[in-house]
């Protein structure tokens, strides 16, 4: 689960002090425990790139709205299933959308996710 740090912060925190080229970044992939299992699938790669970038950590399935860990989901037919056969298409979409918002606010150039 993401540190309640990362959680309360709102997008103007998460770069405020941003300088050079803004890069949104699954959280997972920076370390952050959010991924659908609890675990994280750190990138070691991401060590340079943050060298040379600002990396932006967000949880898209979280700010959907959706528990960590969850169960894993698919899409099928246009929608988004988790195993047990529940439609959690919504939660995909509001976190998308809500990804999209921070990597606008942000200035994000690209994002890795």
């Known amino acids: 689960m993401p540190s309640a740090a990362w959680s309360a912060a709102t997008p103007h925190d998460r770069c405020k002090a941003a300088q050079g080229v803004n890069v949104l970044v699954s959280a997972c992939l920076m370390g952050f425990g959010c991924r659908y299992d609890g675990g994280v699938r750190r990138l070691s790669c991401l060590d340079a790139l943050g060298e ?7 949880c898209p399935e979280v700010m959907g709205g959706l528990p960590t860990p969850r169960p894993p989901s698919e899409i099928r037919d246009g929608r988004v299933i988790t195993r047990d056969g ?3 298409t919504q939660a995909f979409l509001r976190g998308a959308q809500e990804a999209a918002r921070l990597a606008q606010a942000c200035g994000c150039g690209c994002a890795l996710l």
Do not use: T
């Open 52 to 58: 040379r970038h600002v990396l932006i950590p967000v």
């Open 86 to 88: 529940r439609d959690v």
